[in-house]
């Protein structure tokens, strides 16, 4: 085994340059999973949404991690402890450069997208959020971006407020921009919709709120495996997402807040290490962001989420984009050619995901016979109900999109669309 190269605690790493180009084959050799078959026929992967497979990068960093540096992290002073601590601090680091953040103490290691969500809910929302006052969401919020806010206002008495989508599915900003009242006390909605693929205007959103003095938290659950992002920029309030949908390991995922909010924030659960000490009289918290962290932490999810993040890095996010912007412009065309299909979300801007419905056959169908010919889809409410129920359909099939899917894999997804025309003719 060779050494592996250390960091400096205090130095945030900078971002592996991009290798020109995107050959879609060589990316696809890194991913050991694809390889394999799936009912007779070479596997075609569309659930990305779901969760991203996982580059042999990220199973290398993991697999290291417990063979060279595992201990449990800012309790021991030896050796593998300190080095553990120093693989975990890093990763935190990576993830400020990833998202553009001021420091390294505004990324909050949690569980992931959802649990993100509830920290806030139950934090912040719990302090900020009184009798008679509102929450502003979407209608194309995924469940966990509307669930956490519901159990806020029914225990505050406070009014959870929707702003409606158009038939594109996209945001009617002049129905937000109304919403926004002197009682809003949050603003909350996702970057890009998981059932219909749509990207919010966020940063205009952004302002919109901040005119009014409003805080706002973006789901970028569906956003960081696509696109560039920078918190900054953006000047969200913050911003969550998981680590298993952008080509990381599951468990680990990211909240990312203003210091000046987090700071006023109370802890979200209590346990070692978000403590500076502890009496049965008084606990004083400890600093930013490890108020937030209770307990052993993931420490080989958050090295696995560096890899990935560094990984994507290499690919270069900008290159990621155009590539998949131009598989789902190809496969946009592709199933418009297939009379009785319905898109669901057809937005102008759009990222990575395909919802369609067909007429006479259900989803579900779609989806085992799709299966059948190897292709793995999504079928179901997508954890959106009130999007379906805004569409008027119980549930959609959903191709999502990543880099290492091919035109290829297009075809036989339209090859195997016609077969389900087939058999429901
Ligand atoms: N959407 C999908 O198939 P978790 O489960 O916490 O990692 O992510 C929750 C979540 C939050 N917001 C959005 C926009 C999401 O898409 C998701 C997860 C998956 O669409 C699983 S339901």
Redesign the pocket.
Known sequence: MTAVARLPWDHVPAPPAAVPGFDVERVRADFPILKQPAHGHQLVYL?N???AQKPKAVLDAILRYYEHDNANIHRGVHYLSERATQEYETARKVVQGFLHAGRASEIIFV?????A?NLVAQTYGRVHVGRGDEVLITAM??H??IVPWQLLCEEKEAKLRVAPINDEGELILEEFEALLGSRTKIVAF?H????LGTVNPVAQLIRRAHARNIPVLV?G??AVPHMAVNVEDLDCDFYAF?G??MYGPTGI?VLYGKTALLDRMPPYQGGGDMISSVSFEKTIYNKLPHKFEAGTPDMAGAVGLRAAIEYVQRLGLDAIAAYEHELLSYATEKVAEIPELRLIGTASQKAAVLSFVMNGVHPHDIGTILDQEGIAV?TGH???QPVMQRFGVDATARA?IAFYNTKEEIDRLAAGIEKVREVFG
């Open positions: 659930d949404a779901a969760t569980r992931s997208t959802t649990e969500i919020e995924h966990s971006n996702s890009v919709s998981n059932a789901d659950a569906q998981s298993h949908k995922g999504r997508h954890c959106a999502s």
